[in-house]
């Protein structure tokens, strides 16, 4: 498992994306992942030097894949996140942005993935919520 790993967070890790929001993979396991974004004078920043609410809802977004890829079932077949909802709680400050999912419900065709915010404090900045489709 430790091998897998690290090759997952090596190609996590170099996918353009990812590199261009400084976003890395810290931890991958079934109906779970965390990651965190190293926030530096590129990243996109919204009020008062917190970071944009756009990275903030893409990293709701990728860190619900890690979760629910860390495990896939026979036959399944990917089909893309159906709903994605995000509740700003407080201004993300910080270096280290840290998201982490869960995966809550998983069924057949639609699975419900909740992911929280936080920063260097531990403080919750975010809630999101996602519902990931599966072809039939």
Do not use: W
Not at 43 to 49: E, F
């Amino acid at each position: 498992m430790a091998d897998s790993f690290i090759e997952y967070k090596a190609n996590f890790d170099t996918n353009p994306f990812h590199k261009v929001l400084g976003i890395t993979v810290l931890e991958r396991r079934p109906s779970y992942g965390k990651i965190v974004l190293l926030k530096d004078e590129n990243t996109p920043s919204g009020i008062g030097g917190s970071v944009h609410g756009g990275v903030l809802a893409a990293m709701v977004d990728i860190v619900m894949l890690v979760a629910m890829f860390a495990e896939m079932r026979d036959g399944e077949q990917p089909a893309g996140t159906a709903e994605l909802g995000i509740t700003y709680l407080r201004q993300t400050h910080g270096k280290h942005i840290y998201a982490e999912a869960k995966v809550v419900k998983r069924g057949r065709q639609l699975s419900f993935v909740e992911v929280d915010i936080t920063d260097d404090d531990d403080r919750l900045c975010a809630k999101g919520q996602v519902m990931y489709a599966f072809r039939a």
